[in-house]
């Protein structure tokens, strides 16, 4: 009895389900003229805003770093153990991790040294610094600038009653203290740059987007140019630090050593025909200061050696897989997707309008 209760109630359902979604598509095909005007407007719309986004061009490299697991500095092995030192010892330790690498370029002091880079244009071909192109020859969309204006009005406004020192893109800025305008240039510079590392093999990604081609690919070479200095020069910080300390040592028994030399050698050219013991005691004695400053001498000039070779060894080699080159097609902004994004938001827009919204509003009209 239950179930053949159920079986009407089930194709009442479906019935009305039918009846429902034909009652849906009368009311927008009703409505088809509303949605292709507004489509039409959405299109126009559209067509504005794509041609308005100023056009962005990418520039991207990729670097290969050396293969890792270097084990000294070849025929000088055996020269370090006479001398006491493991050359390899370090070697292979990674002080800086190639994680850090997209910090490292999102650094204010990295950013900060892009500031003074040469830059030239291909509309004007004026050579500018990076810090006056950002600030002056940005291009932005036509409601930008609308938008913006009245916090340019407000900004021009509180300046008049400050006395404001401004600093000139040539000037090297504080790190420490930045003004408003650098660290809002400093942004737009780290917001245009991309750097990503691949754990498994290590290859280091680049990417930088301006508005001008040829800018793109000489500030993605020098930001490349850039972090591999920066890299070099961390890893070989105390590699020449401990040159420096060692070439001063070496000076140091370089003297001592030809000063003890000459001492021998005046004390044996002035007491030639004496043959006194006091005089072959002095001399021996003069003699083994001299054979000592030169043993001393001897072994801190294989450190040196062997520091200069400790230096060339940990300091970084990567190869260029893809260089910087100017693109030739602009990568952003995509007018097929901001085309569709329009017309779809207007199709949806107005399937609401005429499927739910419409209806309560007269519903909200009557009551």
Known sequence: MNEIDKQPVSIQTEEEQEIDLLELAQKVWAGRKLIIKVCSVALVVGLVVAFSIPKEYTTAVTLAPEAGGKGGAGNLGALASMAGINLSSGAGDEALSPDLYPDIVKSTPFLLDLFPVKVTPMENGKTVTLYEYMDKHQRAPWWGVITSAPFKAIGWISSLFKDEVKPSGDTKPDAFRLTKKQADIAKGISDRIIASVDKKSGVISLSVTMQDPLISAALTDTVMQNLQSYITEYRTNKAKRDLAYTEKLYKEAQQDYYTAQQKYANFADSNLDIVLTGYRTRLERLQNEATLAYGLYNQISQQLQLAKAK?????????????????????????????????????????????????????????
């Open 311 to 367: 230096v060339q060894e940990v300091t970084p080699v990567y190869t260029v897989v893809q260089p910087a080159s100017v693109p030739l097609q602009p990568t952003s902004p995509n007018k097929i997707m901001i085309l569709f994004g329009f017309i779809f938001m207007a199709f949806v827009g107005c399937l609401g309008w005429i499927l739910f919204i419409k209806d309560l509003l007269s519903q909200f009209r009557r009551s």
